[in-house]
C-alpha cells in the first residue's frame, strides 16, 4: 500500500492496516521531511514553551518505508504509481490519499519578511523564533487558527491586533451567539479587535512594517500572522482520474476511485447527516477516524463512514469542544453564559439537536455525545 501524505490521517490509515494485521510494505511519502506530528500543540502549547512535545508515538514500529522531503507530483491510477518529479515512482495495490491543505495567503504580502502562515512544525519555528523580541503583531483572521494564536500570544504577553471581516469571530462555525461570547473574550484579554475589516495590503522595506486596513486604518507591526484559512491540497492530482471539487471527492465508504482512498482535511464525503451533501471536515479526530476508515473501505470491510464530527479551541484558559455538527446555519440555543466566559450551546436543524459546543461544561456535552451517537446508529 502507499499512503501519499505522512501526516496525521496517514499516520492512522498505516496504523490500522498493521492493527488488522497487514504485514505487508507501505510507503508513506510525505512532502514534509518530518514524519507525522501532532499540529495542534503549534499554535498552542508549542509557541509558549520550549521543550513542548508535538510527536506523534509509534511511528517507528510500524515498519514503514518512509519518503519524506519530496511531494508526490502525480498520480497514475491506470499505472498504480505515485508520481514523484525525478525520483523513482511509488507502485501501489491499493492507496489512501492524505495530503491535507495548506494555508491561504495574502495577495501581495509575498516576499515581504515577517510575514508568516501556520501549518507545519517549520512554520511555528519561524513564528517562535519571531516572537523572541517582543513584536507588535496582526493576525488577520479570527477562525480557529488565528483566535487561538492571539490567545496563546497574549499568554505571552505580544501585544496583538485581530482582524476579521466577520461581524464576530467564529461566525460561521460556531454560530453569532458564541462568535460574539468569543469577542468578548478577546477583548478581555486586551485584544485589539477589528471586526468588519480586512487587510487590504502589507508594506514595508523588506519587512512588514504597516498592515493597511480596507478602512483605511494603518497598523504598525513586525509581524503580520495570515490566518485565511486553507485549500485542499490536489494540484498534484490535476489530470488523475480522481474527482476534485473542493477537496478529493470520495463515496459513502471514502473511496476516490478503485483501490484509492481519501483521508483527513483533503477529502470530501456525502454526509449521512446532512442528506448526502458533500462536506470536508478540517480536524484532528475527523483525520484519525477516516485514516482509519480508509484502510477499511479499501480491504471492502467498510461501513458508511459516518462520524459525529468533534473538534477542540483553547483560548484563555477554556477549552471549547463541541459534538456534533455546528454552526451558522443552524439554530442555535445559548443554554448558560457564565460572567467568566464558560458557555453551553446547542444547534438544532429540521426541530432537532445536530450539535452543541462548550466551555466549560464538559458533562453536559458527554450527554449530547451520547444522544447523537444513539439517533445516528
Ligand atoms: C496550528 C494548528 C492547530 C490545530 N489545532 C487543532 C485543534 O486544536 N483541534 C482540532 O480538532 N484540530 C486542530 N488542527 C487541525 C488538525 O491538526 C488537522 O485536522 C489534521 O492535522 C489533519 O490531518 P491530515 O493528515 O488530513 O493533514 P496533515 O496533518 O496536514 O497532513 C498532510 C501531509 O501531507 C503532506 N503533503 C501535501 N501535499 C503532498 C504531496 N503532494 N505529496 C506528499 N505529501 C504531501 C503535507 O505536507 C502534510 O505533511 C490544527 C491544525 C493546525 C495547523
Redesign the pocket.
Known amino acids: 500500500m502507499a499512503i ?9 490509515a498505516a496504523q490500522e492496516l498493521r492493527r488488522l494485521g497487514h504485514d505487508g510494505e507501505i510507503s508513506m ?4 521531511s ?1 514524519r ?1 506530528y ?7 502549547d508549542y509557541l509558549l514553551d520550549h521543550d513542548a512535545d508535538v510527536a506523534l508515538p509509534g511511528t517507528g514500529e510500524l515498519g514503514v518505508t518512509w519518503l519524506l522531503g ?4 502525480g498520480l497514475d491510477l491506470a499505472g498504480r504509481r505515485l508520481l ?1 518529479g525525478a525520483l523513482p515512482s511509488v507502485p501501489f495495490d491499493a492507496l489512501v490519499i ?6 491561504r495567503t495574502l495577495p501581495g504580502a509575498d516576499g515581504l519578511r515577517g510575514v508568516v502562515t ?3 512544525l517549520d512554520d ?1 519555528r519561524t513564528l517562535r523564533d519571531a516572537l523572541a523580541g517582543r513584536p507588535r503583531v496582526v493576525v488577520a483572521g479570527a477562525g ?2 488565528g483566535s ?2 492571539a490567545a496563546t500570544l497574549r499568554a505571552l504577553d505580544v501585544p496583538v491586533t485581530l482582524v476579521e471581516p466577520d461581524r464576530v469571530p467564529l461566525r460561521r462555525p460556531l454560530g453569532e451567539q458564541v462568535g460574539a461570547i468569543i469577542a468578548d473574550l478577546h477583548r478581555a484579554h486586551d485584544v485589539d479587535l477589528r471586526l468588519g475589516r480586512r487587510v487590504s495590503a502589507v508594506t514595508g522595506a523588506g519587512r512588514v512594517e504597516r498592515v493597511h486596513l480596507d478602512d483605511g486604518t494603518v497598523l504598525a507591526a513586525d509581524l503580520l500572522v495570515a490566518a485565511l484559512g ?1 485549500e485542499p ?1 490536489v ?2 492530482l490535476h489530470g488523475s482520474g480522481v474527482r476534485l471539487d473542493g477537496g478529493v471527492v470520495v463515496d459513502r465508504h471514502g473511496l476516490a476511485a478503485p483501490r484509492v482512498a481519501a ?5 470530501r464525503w456525502p454526509s449521512a447527516m446532512l442528506g448526502g451533501e458533500l462536506i470536508r ?7 484519525v477516524e ?2 482509519a476508515h480508509a484502510v477499511r473501505a479499501l480491504l471492502g470491510i467498510a461501513d458508511r463512514y459516518d462520524p459525529v464530527p ?5 483560548l484563555y484558559g477554556h477549552r471549547l469542544r463541541s459534538v456534533g455538527l455546528t454552526g451558522a446555519g443552524y439554530e442555535l440555543r445559548l443554554l448558560a453564559h457564565e460572567p467568566d466566559g464558560r458557555f453551553l450551546a446547542e444547534y438544532h436543524h429540521n426541530g432537532r439537536v445536530v450539535g452543541a459546543v462548550t466551555a466549560g461544561f464538559l458533562r453536559r456535552l458527554t450527554t449530547y455525545r451520547h444522544l447523537l451517537t444513539k439517533e445516528h446508529a
Open positions: 501519499a501524505g505522512a501526516g496525521l490521517a496517514g499516520l492512522s511519502v510525505g512532502a514534509e518530518h507525522p501532532r499540529r495542534p500543540p503549534l499554535s498552542k519530496q511531494a508526490a507530483t514523484r492524505a495530503t491535507g491543505v495548506r494555508p501556520l501549518r507545519t511555528a480557529f487558527l487561538e494564536v486553507a491540497q494540484e498534484w483521508a483527513g482535511d483533503v477529502a471536515v478540517e480536524h484532528y479526530s475527523n483525520a477516516q485514516g468533534s473538534f477542540w479551541c483553547d
